[in-house]
């Protein structure tokens, strides 16, 4: 089965500073990938970013970057240069060849003006 | 030049009623899906279909009935609905296969308030 954990229900943080969301995850696939989505009060799902589990590089988009240790299962957001705009709900999701994503329960992020 | 809509996005009905939420895409995907989404957010996976064949039925009463009438398109059938049936459903689109990163596209959402 396949797990996804984000421990943390909220994070605030200052505009402009960097944060970052945490996330693990479990799988027995050994192709697969992890995405964090974006929720604002719109309900609208937005992708932020994608990470493909064979590459060792991680994934970066613009402000958005990820700390992908596999090994430790572990998929973190780091967030640069926070904007108002970032304000919103993120969920960390576990995907692969078996079609379906296995969301976090995601977490609250607030941007302080 | 929406990618993936479903209509209704407001559904309010009462209990024992039959409804449906209409799900289209026009990515060229091959797998749509049914997610729903409780009160406290949380999203589980319900359904999944692949060129209109069924390849996921995640445990969800058979009071909830899928419809693929083409790869498009991806219907949502539920029969005497329930309090607990209240929540944002949303259905997604992705392109799978060895070569694709099986991103899923969704749709803006469907609010579904049983009373």
């Known amino acids: 089965a396949q797990t996804v954990t984000q421990s943390q229900p909220e994070m605030s943080v200052q505009e402009a500073e960097t944060v970052t969301l945490s996330c693990t995850y479990d799988?027995?696939?050994?192709?697969?990938?992890l995405f964090w989505y974006k929720q604002p009060p719109s309900r609208q799902m937005i992708l932020v970013i994608r990470?493909?589990?064979?590459?060792?590089q991680n994934a970066t988009e613009n402000r958005f970057s990820v700390n992908f240790q596999k090994a430790a299962k572990s998929f973190s957001l780091k967030i640069s240069d926070s904007q108002l705009g970032d304000a919103a709900m993120y969920f960390c999701a576990l995907g692969g060849a078996n079609s379906k994503l296995t969301f976090g329960k995601g977490i609250t992020l607030s941007v302080r003006p | 030049d929406t990618a993936v809509s479903q209509t209704p996005k407001y559904l309010v009905t009462q209990m024992g009623n039959d409804k449906s939420i209409k799900c289209e895409q026009n990515l060229g995907h091959d797998t749509m899906y049914w997610y729903k989404q409780d009160s406290k957010k949380f999203l589980k996976i319900m359904f999944s279909?692949?060129?209109?064949?069924?390849?996921i039925n995640e445990t969800v009463p058979n009071r909830f009935s899928p419809k693929s009438p083409d790869k498009a398109h991806l219907n949502l059938h539920i029969n005497s609905l329930e309090l607990g049936d209240s929540a944002v459903y949303f259905c997604?689109?992705?392109?799978?296969?060895?070569?694709?990163?099986?991103?899923?596209?969704f749709g803006p959402g469907t609010r579904l308030t049983v009373t």
């Open positions: 279909y692949n060129n209109k064949e069924l390849i």
């Open positions: 799988t027995s696939e050994s192709d697969y990938y």
């Open positions: 990470q493909e589990a064979y590459k060792q």
């Open positions: 997604a689109s992705s392109l799978n296969g060895p070569s694709e990163s099986y991103e899923q596209y």
